[in-house]
């Protein structure tokens, strides 16, 4: 399996970007999908991730209700809608899979994101 993660870039507070997740290899709608991040100083920490073949998503505290995971099979990618942006929201993004059933077995390379005040 190979993660390209990409659509990162630069906004100011209250923007919007769309991560996109395209996986090669194998289909992604068989196992876990999710997106990290990690901001300069921080740990990486989990943001979101879907289980669709048990209808499950997860999002962390700091994104719910602003952050949304979609999915379009045909293009075997998983995108992140990221809506009223923060400047804590400041991360390098990284998207993974759990193909294994024991953690994150595969990542993208990740993509900058920068939100100003």
């Known amino acids: 399996v190979q993660l390209q993660a990409s659509g990162g870039g630069s906004v100011q507070a209250g923007g919007s970007l769309r991560l996109s997740c395209a996986a090669s290899g194998r289909t992604f709608s068989n196992f876990v999908m999710a997106w990290f991040r990690q901001a300069p100083g921080k740990e990486r920490e989990s943001i979101a991730s879907a289980n669709w073949s048990r209808g499950s998503t997860y999002y962390a505290d700091s994104v719910k209700g602003r952050f949304i995971l979609s999915r379009d099979n045909a293009k075997n990618t998983v995108y992140l809608q990221m809506n009223s942006l923060k400047p804590e929201d400041t991360a390098v993004y990284y998207c993974?899979?759990?193909?294994?059933?024991?953690?994150?077995?595969?990542w993208g390379q990740g993509t900058q994101v920068t939100v100003s005040s």
């Open positions: 993974a899979a759990a193909v294994s059933g024991r953690g994150f077995d595969y």
